[in-house]
């Protein structure tokens, strides 16, 4: 579950009361100044309710910025330990927005709120008035708090938007603008079988990647330039920084994917195609009859478990693509190698 953290700028916002929702992990830190020693009562009782979560510190002394450089360097602190996690700076003061621009392009999950009511997570009961990005913000925070358990069909995933999330509180366009936009952040794609699969960091992003290379057959593209192009506007919409771009590409390499050689891309998922051809062209009458034995049998006999099941699944579809297997009406695999 994706814990809050909630940074309070008390020189800058004094609420008169927080009060969080159950079934969600929150952090709470008040920044105080330096001669801001008292805190109102009700703001007090509200906290001390919601217990070990809640942390004080006041600055040392006064001067201009000092608590502001006090919550950078704790988001900072927080982020190394949870970066996964959602901060939140609750403060008027706009000086923050450059440090969240620069953070958010390291998809690094940072919102700065005028009031506490105005995060997302804790207004969404108030439906009409959260922007759209919001929205969009929300039904990200809540499918990835869902981490095995999400939506794997187009209809579930709207009604768990209607339903769970806003409490039928949009129509059916507005639910269907949000599913949009996760599309075109690269946040869900459709797999082969019309199954959503979700983009959350980098293992997942490189994974659609492969995915979506993998669909390409013989037209992947062959140098270096070409494939960030393909990846940023192709496939994720120029929705992505050049640093994630490069770091998709560098993780393909690591994960064998790819070889890079002098800026010239090769795939090493056509060998492994020619590998696991030649190897079933032997057993002629021993070949594997469904999908999960073939998975099975080209795990344990071909690639001696060296690779992970999604490459395995991706050299199979591949296959499909080439046309060297098929299925039959019962959905037993026919092969076509000779």
Avoid at 164 to 179: A, G, Q
Avoid at 290 to 319: G, K, W
Wanted: hydrophobic share 35%; net charge neutral.
């Amino acid at each position: 579950m994706i814990t809050n953290y909630i940074f309070i700028d008390y020189e800058n916002v004094q609420p008169k009361s927080i009060e969080l929702p159950d079934g969600y992990d929150f952090k709470v830190i008040i920044f105080t100044g330096a001669k801001q020693n008292k805190i109102p009562i009700k703001l007090t009782s509200s906290l001390q309710k919601l217990g070990d979560i809640v942390e004080y510190i006041q600055i040392g002394r006064s001067s201009k910025n000092a608590l502001d450089f006090h919550i950078t360097f704790y988001i900072g602190r927080f982020y190394e330990k949870d970066p996964k996690g959602y901060f939140h700076i609750i403060s008027k003061d706009k000086g923050y927005d450059s440090l969240i621009e620069h953070l958010r392009e390291k998809s690094v999950l940072i919102k700065r709120s005028d009031k506490i009511e105005d995060i997302p997570i804790l207004n969404h009961s108030n439906n009409q008035h959260i922007s759209f990005e919001d929205r969009v913000d929300i039904v990200i925070e809540y499918l990835k708090k869902r981490a095995n358990a999400k939506p794997l069909k187009y209809k579930t995933l709207f009604n768990t938007i209607n339903a769970s999330i806003f409490h039928r509180k949009l129509n059916e366009e507005e639910i269907n603008r949000i599913i949009e936009n996760l599309k075109n952040r690269y946040f869900i794609v459709t797999d082969l079988n019309d199954k959503l699969r979700y983009s959350c960091d980098i293992d997942d992003r490189v994974e659609l990647v492969i995915n979506a290379l993998s669909k390409r057959g013989k037209s992947k593209p062959k140098k270096y330039e070409t494939l960030f192009k393909t990846i940023d506007k192709s496939i994720y919409n120029l929705s992505l920084s050049d640093d994630e771009v490069h770091q998709i590409i560098d993780r393909l390499s690591q994960k064998n994917f790819i070889k890079i050689d002098n800026g010239v891309i090769s795939y090493l998922i056509n060998e492994n195609i020619d590998l696991a051809v030649d190897f079933l062209k032997r057993r002629v009458n021993a070949r594997p009859s469904t999908y999960q034995a073939l998975l099975n049998t080209l795990n344990s006999s071909v690639f001696h478990r060296d690779l992970d099941e999604i490459e395995i699944e991706n050299i199979i579809d591949m296959m499909f693509d080439y046309r060297y297997i098929a299925t039959d009406n019962s959905g037993r695999i026919v092969y076509h190698l000779d």
